[in-house]
């Protein structure tokens, strides 16, 4: 396909999953699936940092992210009052 979005957003998507490897068990059963497991060498997973409890991150530092990134969902809900 000769399309420019088309082939920019499939060399965003191939770049994005340059570092995409590892393996996941899976427990299938009646038609649903279940993750029983799943391991990567490049994982990014942190048990420390997705805890509440941790003392590695400042939990006030979610603070200032979610107001920037809510931003756009404040503008639209004033507009959609108007």
Known sequence: MDEPLYADLNA???????????????KLYKGALTILARSSP????????????????????????????GFQARMYQKVMKK
């Open 12 to 26: 965003f998507i191939d770049k994005s999953q340059e570092r995409v490897t590892g393996t996941v068990k899976v």
């Open 42 to 69: 490049n994982a990014l997973y942190s048990e420390d940092l997705v805890s509440f409890d941790s003392q590695t991150i400042d939990q006030k530092d979610a603070e200032g992210f979610a107001k920037y990134h």
